[in-house]
């Protein structure tokens, strides 16, 4: 089994087969619109200006299970991601990430890659407050939590919250490298 094995619906209600991204670097994120962790966007937006011609693709995939944070339907998440970040990067339909309704392709990246920590400093204290979060456990604990795949569909890392989408760079270079 591979992510390739797996389908999306896009935001404008499309089905798109991961297996059409064969041999490119994936970024795959939980998103949410109303969170501490919203600005990421502008993040995740630059390494898919960055790398994107590089074979890089950056997927978001709204959901509304961590606080209520993306209660808008799909033309309402576009819109916001369009006007306010100049989103351009692939949005997926809103999913479920966790529990019984979970979206099949986050079931698999969680059983690739578990929670690690959410590292150190005053966010990441906060955040194991919060979430009372285990490392070794394998659901996603809060928005932006972000999934890399290499070109063979294999998850090579998992990234929390806490982790900004700059600081992912230098491992995607290292992936992108090896083309």
Known sequence: MSVYDYNYTSIEGKTVPLSDYKGKVLLIVNTASKCGFTPQYAGLEELWKAYGDRELVVIGFPCNQFG????????QISEFCTVRYG??????????VNGKQADPLFVY????RQFGGFGKGAKAKMMSVMTKAKVGEPDIKWNFTKFLIDQSGEVVGRFEPTTEPAS???EIEKLLSLQ
Do not use: C, R, Y
């Open 68 to 75: 209520g944070q993306e209660p808008g339907d799909a033309e």
């Open 87 to 96: 989103v351009t990067f692939p949005l997926s339909a809103k999913i479920e």
């Open 109 to 112: 990246l969680k059983s690739q």
């Open 168 to 170: 992912i760079a230098s």
